[in-house]
């Protein structure tokens, strides 16, 4: 298994990376999420994930190792495959991926393009009790969180954010300080808006 590369990023694209490792150019598939936190610089690191199949093998490439763990756990769910996986973190960050499956949100999971409420329902039964073990997260304070959040977003909304924005800025706030109050929440993520 190749856990990661660490070499010169020879080429950067929304869906995938080229890195020359020892003079080897390594092509990884990567998530857009992972695509906006590679920096351009020449020398990169990414956690990969190397799917082997009978005909293939094919390398995933990840910016944390956090949403690599996300992508291995999607891949268990029965139905859920690699390109499914890569699309879910492409269009959700891993930290949302992983409160709306701990929080029993299908809503969230079925506004991914190509999942129906039947993948979604199938997501977050597979993976609740997984996700709130391994991240150690008490039920009760998540969803007092994900209140906040709903708070945080809603004001911004009302201030003519764009919702995608205010998801994005209030994300990234919630994911640097999770338990901050709803106020310190708005100003954090205005400072980011």
Do not use: W
């Amino acid at each position: 298994m190749i856990h990661h590369l660490k070499g010169k990023l020879i080429e950067k694209n929304p869906t995938h990376l080229i890195v020359e490792c020892g003079g080897v150019g390594y092509f990884v598939n990567i998530s857009l999420n992972t695509f906006s936190k590679i920096p351009d610089s020449e020398s990169v690191q990414v956690y990969t994930h190397l799917q082997v199949k009978e005909d293939s093998h094919t390398l995933f490439g990840f910016a944390e190792k956090s949403e690599r763990e996300i992508f291995r756990l999607l891949l268990s769910v029965s139905g859920i495959g690699s390109s499914t996986a890569r699309t879910m973190l492409s269009s959700l960050a891993p930290i949302q991926i992983r409160d709306a499956i701990a929080t029993g949100d299908v809503a969230t999971i079925q506004s991914i393009k190509g999942i129906g409420a039947k993948t979604a329902q199938r997501v977050i039964l597979d993976l609740k009790d997984k996700i709130l073990k391994i991240y150690n997260i008490d039920e009760v304070s998540l969803s007092s969180n994900n209140t906040n959040r709903d708070e945080a977003l809603s004001a911004l909304e009302v201030l003519g954010f764009v919702r995608k924005q205010a998801e994005k800025a209030v994300d990234k706030v919630l994911g640097q300080e999770p338990t901050l109050s709803v106020e310190e929440t708005i100003k954090q993520a205005l400072k980011n808006l």
